[in-house]
């Protein structure tokens, strides 16, 4: 019996040297690499998230930017610019499209002649908010301050 008893204290001893060899991770260390992983993944999050809807409004932009070259053209075949009463469908003969899509986030542009501060027109997308007269909003005046702007009369600079 002494000898079982010997035995199994020695197994138990070799056992716990193996388990003493086998060194693992502790709870701190696990901890810090799930902090690391957060803090990682909150940058990328943060700096991905947002490049749809970026990607929008230069997509608004360049429509804008379309929009003016298609009224200027109009304006050298009618000698005016249609009228806030024909809209942004005026000029559909103008675009490559033949249509007058709504802006990214599925509203009418809105155009208004004359415009404001004796601009001829101008041309305005409501921004991923949707509302008009807000920061967000998309005007086409804003998109060229320096040099002339199409469909501007008095150029303003920055």
Known sequence: MKRFA??????????????AAHEGFSLLELLIVIVIIG???????????????????????QQILIFKMAMDRYRLDHDAYPS?????????????????PPDPWGKDYILRVPGENEREYDIISRGPDKQEGTEDDIRSWELHKKG???????V???
Do not use: C, W
Request: aromatic content about 8%.
């Open 84 to 100: 806030g009463e024909q809209g942004l469908d005026a000029i559909r003969s103008y675009l490559d499209s033949r249509e007058v």
């Open 148 to 154: 002339s702007g199409v469909g501007s009369k008095n």
């Open 156 to 158: 303003e600079e920055e």
């Open 39 to 61: 803090i990682l993944g909150t940058i990328v999050y943060t700096r991905f998230m947002d490049l749809p809807e970026k990607a929008k409004v230069q997509a608004a932009k």
């Open 6 to 19: 010997l035995y199994v204290k020695n197994h138990f001893e070799e056992v716990r040297r193996a388990l």
